[in-house]
């Protein structure tokens, strides 16, 4: 897979990686009345709280997905951004993705749920090491499209998810990503409800460097057929 790297002195440098492990990182909140918040507005939609937080769910490497097109086996399904790491030989990357999940199966197995769904990522890149010290004021935002119409879906900063450093220790054990491994790091509450829509745009704006990545995906959904 290739990324974009966003250089601080605005150079592009293009970097690749074999993606060998895709990790979702679930119920990463550092506050955890909002973690509560986020298992509560799941439990609306019938899916089970969580045996522990965080957890991390392993889905196929294949499902990663830098496509401007994802299909899904009927329309129960719906994004949420999310900052990603990608663990590279030159170094751990930090790109925006969405954790596309069914959510009708999700209500009997996030597990399973998250495996039936690709995941797009973003192919621009900045380097962790670049925006640490400016981590927690980097914005989460994304916007779907529903009827024709572009709302907004989620707006939030990255101090209401757990640091990437806790993150890495926590799943690894050690303070480095291994290269190859892709880490999503959770997401933030949505902006009314849990809904789909027929497009999903997604970024990550960092205010001290003025500058964003992002991705956006259109869901082209499959017939169900019994």
């Known amino acids: 897979m290739r990324f974009d790297v966003q250089e601080l002195n605005g150079a592009e440098t293009v970097v690749e990686v074999n993606v060998t492990d895709v990790v979702i990182g679930g119920w990463t909140g550092r506050d955890q009345a ?5 298992i509560d ?13 965080p957890l991390f769910y ?49 209500a009997w197995s996030v597990a399973l749920s998250k495996q039936l769904c690709c995941k797009p990522i973003s192919s621009q890149a900045w380097r ?12 989460l935002q994304s916007a779907q499209e529903q009827d024709g119409a572009t709302v907004d879906y989620q707006d939030g900063t990255l101090s209401a998810c757990r640091r990437p450093e806790e993150m890495i220790k926590l799943f690894t054990g050690a303070e480095d990503l291994p290269e190859g491994t892709v880490l999503f790091l959770g997401t933030i509450p949505v ?14 704006f960092d205010p001290a460097h003025d500058r964003s990545i992002g991705h956006a995906y259109r869901v082209e959904p499959l017939p169900v057929i019994s």
């Open 34 to 38: 909002a973690v509560q918040h986020h």
């Open 191 to 204: 902006i009314g409800q849990i809904r789909g829509g027929d497009a999903f745009a997604m970024r990550l």
């Open 41 to 53: 507005e799941l439990a609306e939609i019938g899916v089970p709280a969580p045996s522990k937080t």
């Open 128 to 139: 962790l090491q670049e925006v640490l010290a400016v981590w927690d004021n980097i914005r």
């Open 58 to 106: 392993r889905v196929a490497a294949e499902l990663l997905t830098q496509s401007p097109y994802i299909q899904t086996v009927g329309n129960d399904g719906s994004g949420e951004v999310e900052a990603v790491l990608v663990g590279t030989s030159s170094g751990t990357l930090v790109a925006v993705g969405s954790d596309h999940t069914d959510r009708k199966a999700e």
